[in-house]
């Protein structure tokens, strides 16, 4: 008495002219069900397929096996609320799992440019979130002062930021270190050894 999600999927390919799906290797019976329903609802004709061409690749995982949908410390919100970049997270994305480098790509051209899906492996790829903190810190160090511009204190410069972004891990950090050239800095106590 509802409608499944093979089949709005289906729908909605046919109805946008989706070219391409890529999924995890975890769907493989789905699309062959939706390859029937494809072809049940006349999206190929004659010799030429209308309907998408579909590629699985291997599951991510993590340190404690399969990542999840479910598991919300993973998603999108998550690592925006860390001060992560979007950047940081299609670089890693782009190319785990492949046999190329996991590199800080200076835009999205350069990814897909670069992407094959010949290149990627059938074992599952290790999702690892301390890579994904060095890719950010890598691509906060090639920013410019005008992706910053709208988050730096008052008597923040362009040089300051020049200055201050070879120290920092995300972008968002930029105020702290701003205190402490600014500030006044308190000095730790010290026991007498």
Same mark, same amino acid.
């Given at each position: ?27 493989? %019976? ?42 919300? %410390? ?43 899906? %010949? ?67 308190? %000095? ?6």
């Amino acid at each position: 008495g509802s409608w499944i999600d093979m089949l709005s999927c289906a729908l909605d390919d046919i109805a946008m002219g989706v070219t391409d799906v890529l999924r995890g290797e975890d769907h493989v %019976s789905n699309t062959a069900v939706q390859i029937h329903m494809f072809t049940a609802l006349h999206a190929a004709q004659g010799t030429a397929q209308h309907f998408p061409r579909f590629a699985h690749e291997a599951l991510l995982v993590g340190a404690e096996g399969k990542l999840s949908k479910r598991l919300g %410390s993973l998603g999108c919100d998550a690592f925006r609320e860390q001060g992560l970049e979007p950047a940081a997270i299609t670089a890693l994305l782009a190319r785990i799992g492949t046999s190329q480098p996991v590199v800080a790509a200076s835009g999205n051209a350069e990814l897909v440019e670069g992407f094959d899906l %010949s290149t990627f492996g059938r074992a599952p790829a290790r999702f690892d979130e301390a890579e994904l903190h060095r890719l950010n810190a890598q691509i906060v160090h090639q920013m410019p002062f005008a992706a910053v511009r709208g988050m730096v204190p008052e008597g923040f410069t362009e040089e300051a930021w020049l200055a201050i972004r070879p120290n920092l891990e995300k972008a968002g950090d930029l105020v702290e270190w701003w205190h402490v050239v600014t500030g006044p800095v308190e %000095s730790p106590v010290f026991d007498e050894e």
